[in-house]
């Protein structure tokens, strides 16, 4: 079992940066795919990026794509989230998430089933 905690949200102009770090307590954090998901007010939550337990695989969201960086590092217990190029519409309550599933990850929230608390990243126009 592993309990995500993020960290690194905050106000930022269109077109800035924001790095975004999710640390995982747990013995077993190299079992795990980890994701980032998002949720904007109104909206449902979405995903944003996936990485495999090794780190070897990655997965975007079109909407990020090219912008967003996900990585991690194992020793460390790890993952984070470079987000570049920033637009008003990233906007959202950023949540990290392990998934124990067999295989590769997914953008699938009902895989993955320890979430962390969500850091906000707001994006000004």
């Known amino acids: 079992q592993v309990q995500p905690v993020e960290s690194g949200g905050g106000l930022v102009q269109a077109g800035g940066s924001l790095r975004l770090s999710c640390a995982a307590s747990?013995?077993?954090?190299?079992?795990?795919?980890m994701a980032w998901f998002r949720q904007a007010p109104g909206r449902e939550r979405e995903f944003v990026a996936a990485?495999?337990?090794?780190?070897?695989?990655?997965y975007y969201a079109d909407s990020v794509k090219g912008r967003f960086t996900i990585s991690r590092d194992n020793a460390k217990n790890t993952i984070d989230l470079q987000m570049n190029s920033l637009k008003p519409e990233d906007t959202a309550v950023y949540y990290c998430?392990?998934?124990?599933?067999?295989?590769?990850?997914?953008?699938?929230?009902?895989?993955?089933?320890?979430w962390g608390q969500g850091t906000q990243v707001t994006v000004s126009s």
């Open positions: 747990g013995r077993t954090f190299s079992a795990y795919n």
């Open positions: 990485i495999s337990r090794s780190g070897g695989r990655t």
């Open positions: 998430a392990a998934s124990p599933r067999a295989g590769y990850p997914n953008g699938h929230s009902y895989d993955y089933d320890y």
